[in-house]
């Protein structure tokens, strides 16, 4: 079997230690009873043949064809399980029963986006374990009050728990990266739905992060606060300050001032 070409363009840094492999593929729990896992940019197997040996079913999906092509020579078992297209654009409800985690060393530059689209189809994906930038990783796990902390740590907290397992080298990838990464576990929580309008509270986050220097005050001056609210000392706080219950109330408060135009 020929050999694929990570592409610059797609963002691909192909892993080559098989320990690591192994250690991501152990960090799949199945959590939510789940019996499916999906990854993400499997390039050539590297992490799929640990992933394999997990109870799970197995889905993989990949946006370069040479890579789908390789796959399917590789892994003939798998078959319609294979998928070529892109995660952030596939509709996967006709290919992938109700729920299921996902696996993956993310390509760096559409890792951000992967997770808000795993925000949207946040009641089907019960878990997610992935190698990112180490930076990414930390920011999504942090906790508030840390300069790290920001718009996807908020908005992914809300619905999941969120563990830095630990770090990889740049030299463990064929090409290496330019940084160090990181890997972590998303675990779905038990909130089905936010107690506030969750359109709003997605708005008021990013709005908030928007000037992170500024207080909310002043940076959320566009949602036309009540009077009566824009005297609360959760304004005189930086969005930084703020955990999700925080968010929440401030989204009950803005819903609460619109009603009362």
């Not at 079997?1 to 320990?19: A, C, E, I, W, Y």
């Amino acid at each position: 079997m020929q050999n694929v070409r990570p592409k610059k363009h797609l963002g691909q840094h192909f892993l080559t230690d098989l320990s690591i492999a192994e250690r991501i593929a152990q960090a799949v729990q199945g959590h939510g009873d789940v019996g499916c896992v999906l990854e993400i940019g499997p390039g050539m197997g590297v992490l799929t043949d640990f992933l394999l040996k997990n109870p799970m079913e197995l889905y993989l999906i990949d946006i370069d064809s040479e890579s789908i092509a390789y796959l399917h020579q590789k892994y003939p078992q798998l078959g319609g399980k294979i998928i070529e297209g892109d995660y952030l654009q596939e509709n996967l409800d006709a290919v992938l029963p109700e729920r299921y985690a996902i696996a993956g060393n993310f390509p760096y530059n559409i890792s951000s986006q992967i997770f808000f689209r795993v925000l949207e189809e946040r009641q089907k994906v019960t878990e997610v374990v992935c190698m990112l930038q180490k930076e990414v990783a930390q920011r999504i796990a942090s906790p508030k009050g840390n300069k790290d902390y920001g718009i996807l740590s908020v908005l992914l907290q809300a619905y999941y728990s969120i563990e830095y397992l630990f770090s990889v080298p740049p030299g463990v990838f064929n090409p290496p990266p330019k940084v160090n990464s990181g890997v972590i576990r998303l675990t779905r929580n038990q909130t089905e739905k936010l107690d506030c309008n969750e359109k709003l509270f997605f708005q008021v986050v990013k709005g908030g992060f928007g000037n992170r220097r500024k207080t909310l005050r002043n940076s959320l001056k566009s949602f036309q606060l009540a009077e009566e609210f824009k005297s609360h000392s959760i304004l005189d706080k930086r969005a930084e300050q703020l955990d999700v219950a925080d968010f929440v109330f401030l989204t009950q408060q803005i819903e609460a001032s619109r009603g009362n135009h």
